[in-house]
Each structure stands twice: as structure tokens, then as C-alpha cells.
């Protein structure tokens, strides 16, 4: 199943308190979290095509690091995420897209595995992993509602779908002005397609707060 991945690495650092783009810090000597994203997709004959939406004053330090991987694009961020997927999307050749966080790199090759056989039967779906935390509804500062915690789950990246199926309801919340909280709730907005929930893994954390920038 050939698909292309959009890798969003156009945010910054603030919450981690780093004074550059966290994708670029060291895991280790060599390697960036960048780095470490990338390579999962690289190693993966399924992936024709790696887009990597950055910053315009990044783009050409991007292209000049990678610029002998034949896979690898890179495409200029936008004011929000979901402007930066918009743009990465103009370049995606494949039937299927995967959109995956710059700053995760710890997705392991099963987790792309599950979610290309899902695709086999699924239009959209994403790793999620059961909220292990009692999940409350606020409403200014009173809880008005508690969740069934067996039915809440945090998602997580990458979130795949048919090409055609999210540029379609990019387009449409574009048209609307409605930014969602993440790809797959376009797809709830603007289609009838179900989301297939495939199971993820606790260590496919983001790096957001500054005790997730670990060294190895």
C-alpha cells in the first residue's frame, strides 16, 4: 500500500523552553529528533514520499540536510497547523497520506504497520491509546459533565486517510474558517466516513514540556 507522509515540523520550542524549533534538538551526537522521525518512513518501501512542512527561514537548512534522500520534500509551513497541512497536502502524489508530529519520533515500525492494514478496509484512521485518567467536562470552572473513561481515548500520529477524502474536507472547513484540534476532526465535520481507533503506544509520545527532551 503506497502512501506519502506529511511530517509537521513548522512549530517551535516555547513549552519545551528551547530558544530553536524542538525538532532539532540532539537525541544524541548525531541525530535530531527530526532525524528520528524521518528514518521510519525512509526504511519503509510503502512510503513514496516524505513532505516535511517547515518555516520559511528553515526550509533551506532542511533541504541542504536532507537533500540526498530522494523521498524527501519540503514544503513552507502555514499560520496554524492546519494551514501547514494544507500546504503539505498540494504536494502529496499518493492515494493515501499519513500526518505525522515532527516532534514524535518514537512511533515504532508495528504502529505503521497496523495502520496500513487498516487502510486496507478503512478510508481514515489513527493510533490512539486508552486515557488512563478520569475525564471531566468544564464548563467556566464547574464540572458539568464526567466521561465514561472505558469510551475516551488520546490520540496520537500518524492520522491517515485517502488523499482526496481530507484535502476535500480541508477545503471545506478552509471555506468555513474552522480550525479543528487535529486532522481527523475535519473528517468528522465535513464527511460521513468512520475513523477506525487503532491502538498506539504510550512511548509514541510528543515532545512538549521540557522533561521529555532526554539525551540517549
Known sequence: MNYSVCIMAAGMGS???LNYNKVFYHLNE???ILDRCLSLFLEDEDCLQIIIVCASHEMDFIAQRYKDLKKVEVAIGGSTRQESVYNGLQKVTSPYVFIHDGARPYVKKENLESLKET????DACLLMIESVDTSKIVVD???KETLTRSMVYNAQTPQCFKTDL???CQEKARLDGRIGTDDAQLVEWY???KIKMVPG?????KITHPKDLVRE
Open 15 to 17: 513549552r519545551t523552553k
Open 30 to 32: 548525531e541525530e535530531m
Open 119 to 122: 487502510l486496507q478496509t478503512e
Open 141 to 143: 470552572g464547574y464540572v
Open 166 to 168: 481530507l484535502k476535500s
Open 191 to 193: 464527511s460521513d466516513v
Open 201 to 205: 503506544d504510550p512511548q509514541n509520545r
